[in-house]
């Protein structure tokens, strides 16, 4: 599947406009992205992160990154997702960056997605569904997950004694389990709970474009 995120990576370089401030997204197939990037990266102005691991890749290019807080409205952010349904709903957190991809997609005038024809699904929910937690609420979103869902949460580990730690300092709960007919209102639902930093749905800000990667790309 590497060869279709290339492609699909590829393919979303043409959103890319001279002197712009490009909003950048987390994992594999935003790594290509970033490399297609510092090809022009004398076009742009520079960009905003979602991640550190994306930040030490586009500084390791020589491409400057920038403080959202500092840039405004983006006109552009290009990001992955690990599924996607026919409304361009999307699951995204598997890379654990979900919080500050978040941020950066309701922050931008479009958000594109680039995936691989793997991540297109008629449901989402077949993916764990990622929700960043306070840790200190960890154990009681877990447990009202289940009551609210029925699904299973699963707390995500670096290895059998360590949990993952995003970015922001926090854990990250996998629920399992789901078959998501309302994407928007779950999401809504979910955001509720109190200890809920962000939930991985990305639906009432889904992507505006969304580019399958294959020869050639397909676009919807
Ligand atoms: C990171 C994400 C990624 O976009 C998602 O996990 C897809 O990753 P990849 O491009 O490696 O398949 O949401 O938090």
Redesign the pocket.
Known sequence: MSEA?RLAAEAALKYVEDGMIVGV??????AYFIDGLARIKHQIKGTVSSSEQSTAALKAHGIDVFDLNEVGELSLYV????ECDGAKNLI???????TR?KIIAEASKQFVCIIDPSKQVKYLGKFPLPVEVIPMARSLVARTLVKMTGGQPVWRMKDETSPIITDNGNYILDLHGLQIADPAGLEAKLNQIPGVVTV?LFAQRAADVVIVGGEPPVEF
């Open positions: 995120k997204g987390t994992g594999s197939t935003v990001d992955g997702a690990d995204k957190g598997g890379g654990a960056a979900l991809e991985g």
